[in-house]
T-cell receptor, first 114, second 115 residues
Framework: AQSVTQPDIHITVSEGASLELRCNYSYGATPYLFWYVQSPGQGLQLLLKYFSGDTLVQGIKGFEAEFKRSQSSFNLRKPSVHWSDAAEYFCAVGAGSGYSTLTFGKGTMLLVSP | EAGVAQSPRYKIIEKRQSVAFWCNPISGHATLYWYQQILGQGPKLLIQFQNNGVVDDSQLPKDRFSAERLKGVDSTLKIQPAKLEDSAVYLC?????????????FGPGTRLTVT
């Protein structure tokens, strides 16, 4: 069965500093990988996704992620964090019929300090 | 384009009572998902519909949870009777189709507190 590990429960970053959120997955085939963001009281919004091709994918709000098969990782990055980026971030792997069944990690809460 | 609508947004009930949540997906989206998100965890899929048929309900506690999607549009998730451990946010999502990897769009969720 597929699984996702997000090792960091909380991360605090200063505004303007760079950000990297870690995600490791376990899946027996080529994974379909996603990053979602959830602001308080809101549903999840898709930041970016990887299906195939270029291993560096660009998303919305200036985020990018790099798929590394050898490390089973799909880390999320942003070069300069804004206070509005404070939220919870979830990594997910798609599996099942048509890869439409998502298995989520437990999430990483991002705090942004002034 | 209107997003996924859910109601109610908040619900407080006592254990052993029943509760129902409603979801209206984005127009034209054939696939609908219900997730349970317990505090401190990621969403867990409960059930997936393709039109009005069930694709995956392997993680739905069928002794107390039920869901339906009549006419392939709106959906209702019911819990009867509720337990304390059912306290969670229940998220509904929809996508164009389940056979391909389409983006899932999430509603704001219903926060359930069971006392």
């Amino acid at each position: 069965a597929q699984s996702v590990t997000q090792p960091d429960i909380h991360i605090t970053v200063s505004e303007g500093a760079s950000l990297e959120l870690r995600c490791n997955y376990s899946y027996g085939a080529t994974p379909y990988l996603f990053w979602y963001v959830q602001s308080p009281g809101q549903g999840l919004q898709l930041l970016l996704k990887y299906f195939s091709g270029d291993t560096l994918v660009q998303g919305i709000k200036g985020f990018e992620a790099e798929f590394k098969r050898s490390q089973s990782s799909f880390n999320l990055r942003k070069p300069s964090v804004h206070w509005s980026d404070a939220a919870e971030y979830f990594c997910a792997v798609g599996a099942g019929s048509g890869y439409s069944t998502l298995t989520f990690g437990k999430g990483t809460m991002l705090l942004v300090s002034p | 384009e209107a997003g996924v609508a859910q109601s109610p947004r908040y619900k407080i009930i006592e254990k052993r009572q029943s509760v129902a949540f409603w979801c209206n997906p984005i127009s034209g989206h054939a696939t609908l998902y219900w997730y349970q998100q317990i505090l401190g965890q990621g969403p867990k899929l409960l059930i997936q519909f393709q039109n009005n048929g069930v694709v995956d309900d392997s993680q739905l506690p069928k002794d107390r949870f039920s869901a339906e999607r009549l006419k392939g549009v709106d959906s209702t998730l019911k819990i009867q009777p509720a337990k304390l451990e059912d306290s969670a946010v229940y998220l509904c999502a929809s996508s164009l189709a389940g056979g391909q990897v389409y983006e899932q769009y999430f509603g704001p969720g219903t926060r359930l507190t069971v006392t």
